[in-house]
C-alpha cells in the first residue's frame, strides 16, 4: 500500500513539474492586447496577421500625442501606419509587454499546433533585463530585420523570431525572447495577445 501511495505522489510531482516547464514557455510580465483590425483595416498589421506571409513581424506601441493615444505598427518589411484608439480602445488599457512593445507574427518553423505558429514576443531583450534586473522600467529593444531576426540594441544578441525567438549567439544561461499567447482570426480579423 505504501508502495502503492508512493507511486501515486510520484506520478503528481511528475505531472507538476511538466506542467512548469511549459509554462516556462511564456512570459510572467503583463500584457494584455486584443484588437479588432476589421474595424481599423490597417495593412501593416494585417501583413503579420496573413497565415500566407509567414516571416513577416509587425511591432505594436503605443503613443500619445495632444491627449489622443495611438497604436502604432511597424513591421518587418519597412511598412510604418498609427490608428487612432477607440474609445472603447482607451478604456480596455492595453499593455503592451514589459515597456510598450510586443512583437507578432507566423512564423515559418514551428507550424504545429492551435495557434499554427502564430506568435508574440516582448521587444525587450530578456538577457539584458535579467542581467540588470530592470523589469519596471527597461530599454533594451531589439530591431526586426526583414530576415526574421531580431536584435538587441544595447548586447547584440540575436534571435530567430521564425523559431520560437531563440538565441543565435547566446553564451551559457542566455534564452530568447519572452512569448505571451497569441491568437488570430486572420488579416482583417481579430488578434489577440495575453500572458498565460
Not at 488599457?93 to 514589459?98: A, E, P, R
Not at 507550424?111 to 506568435?119: I, P
Request: aromatic share 8%; glycine share 10%; hydrophobic share 35%.
Amino acid at each position: 500500500m505504501r508502495l502503492l501511495a508512493f507511486g501515486i505522489w510520484l506520478l503528481a510531482v511528475s505531472c507538476l513539474l511538466v506542467g512548469c516547464e511549459a509554462d516556462e514557455e511564456y512570459s510572467t510580465h503583463a500584457c494584455r492586447f486584443s484588437y479588432n483590425n476589421m474595424i481599423h483595416n490597417d495593412a501593416t498589421l494585417a501583413s503579420a496577421m496573413d497565415e500566407h506571409s509567414r516571416g513577416v513581424f509587425c511591432l505594436i506601441s503605443e503613443n500619445t500625442r495632444s491627449g489622443v493615444r495611438y497604436l502604432v505598427f511597424e513591421n518587418s518589411a519597412g511598412l510604418k501606419s498609427e490608428k487612432v484608439e477607440t474609445a472603447e480602445e482607451v478604456e480596455a488599457k492595453f499593455i503592451l509587454g514589459l515597456n510598450n512593445g510586443i512583437i507578432v507574427g507566423f512564423q515559418t518553423l514551428n507550424t504545429e499546433g492551435a495557434s499554427r505558429g502564430f506568435v508574440a514576443y516582448d521587444v525587450q531583450c530578456p538577457n539584458c533585463v535579467n542581467r540588470t534586473n530592470n523589469t519596471a522600467n527597461p530599454n533594451y529593444r531589439v530591431t526586426m530585420e526583414n530576415s526574421g531576426i531580431a536584435t538587441c540594441s544595447k548586447c547584440g544578441k540575436k534571435y530567430d523570431m521564425n523559431n520560437g525567438g531563440i538565441i543565435l549567439n547566446g553564451e551559457e544561461g542566455d534564452r530568447g525572447l519572452d512569448k505571451y499567447v497569441a491568437s488570430t482570426t486572420g488579416p482583417n480579423g481579430v488578434i489577440s495577445v495575453f500572458r498565460r
